[in-house]
């Protein structure tokens, strides 16, 4: 997606609520095609960004400019041109769920043969096309969600943006919905997506920007990210007995000790090269019993970003 053309730019954008600042200087691209993750904690200032991305809010400062036509020149984007999935739902509970679809299809300016063609395929994908004539409230969570998710797509959107797109789901429905994002996006949908399910997120999105405290604090592709902000790779190492810390934290090529029994150690390496220097030095003080190596996590790694950020802020203060 590198050199694909740019779909948004974000541009020093900010966003104050009376003595509480939101979104504090955040800039940002996203490239055409690509799957792009809007991740941090609560009040991180991920919504406030994606409702001014939405136009629900003006940034108080800052430029938000799309590029969605051929021509590659700044436009305010139509309602047909963005899709939306909202973390907090707002579907007609009491209506039958092809009304529901059929209508919100209409307003966003498509011929009812095609919303009603468009809903019947996405109904019968998603395995709810027997129940289209049924209430909305007579849905469980996780198939309203499917709905709201049908909305926000049967128009064929060029940006999509979907916030908390896991919700209410089981495993086996959030690989349904990974596999459907990806679809989407080999269809040529931009996707934004926001959710705190980290295991998820890291095996569609192409690229991430953490956020905290309205600030980004890390930003890039996740192999850039694990080298250039945390490590590159995790060794999960049990002995025979409690080991030395101190002595195995000398070691320079470990970024981070972590001792997670009485036996058993985690080590987070700067370079995947310096897994066999660092097993040779510990065989000379213990034991080894089992070794396993992991990739850094996006979890580990949005965990790690955010508590240093709280450090940097706690020393600040």
């Keep these: 997606m590198i050199n694909n053309p740019i779909a948004l730019n974000v541009k020093s954008i900010k966003k104050q609520f009376a003595i509480v600042t939101a979104v504090k200087d955040l800039s940002f691209q996203i490239r055409r095609g690509e799957i792009f993750a809007l991740l941090g904690p609560n009040g991180a200032g991920k919504t406030t960004t994606v409702r001014m991305l939405l136009d629900f809010f003006k940034p108080d400062k ?26 907090e739902r707002g579907l007609y509970l009491e209506m039958p769920i092809i009304k529901t679809l059929t209508y919100l299809g209409v307003i966003r300016g498509i011929e009812k043969k095609d919303v009603l063609n468009g809903v019947e395929h996405w109904l019968k994908k998603l395995d709810l096309y027997e129940r289209r004539n049924e209430k909305l409230i007579n849905l469980s969570k996780g198939n309203q969600q499917k709905i709201q998710f049908i909305a926000a797509i049967l128009h064929k959107p060029l940006f999509l943006i979907l916030d908390e797109p896991f919700s209410g789901f089981d495993p086996i429905n959030q690989e349904i919905f990974l596999s459907l994002i990806k679809e989407l996006q080999m269809n040529g949908t931009t996707i934004l997506l ?58 320079p090529s470990i970024k981070k000790i972590e001792l997670l029994n009485e036996a058993q150690i985690e080590f ?12 040779n030095k510990i065989s000379l003080i213990h034991t080894i019993l089992s070794i396993k190596t ?24």
């Design 294 to 317: 992991e990739q850094i996590s996006l979890h580990d790694i949005f965990i790690e970003k955010v508590k240093n950020d709280k450090e940097r802020n706690h020393s600040n203060a």
């Design 268 to 279: 987070y390496l700067k370079r995947k090269d310096a897994i066999s220097e660092l097993l």
């Design 62 to 87: 800052g430029v938000i400019e799309y590029f969605l036509s051929d021509n590659q020149l700044p436009q305010k984007p139509s309602p047909s041109e963005i899709g939306y999935l909202p973390e």
């Design 194 to 251: 926001s959710a705190h399910q980290m295991h998820l997120v890291e095996r569609v999105a192409d690229r991430v920007l953490l956020m905290n405290n309205g600030k980004m604090i890390a930003y890039g592709d996740l192999d850039s990210i694990r080298s250039e902000h945390y490590a590159e790779e995790k060794l999960i190492v049990t002995l025979n007995e409690k080991p030395d810390l101190e002595i195995l934290k000398q070691n």
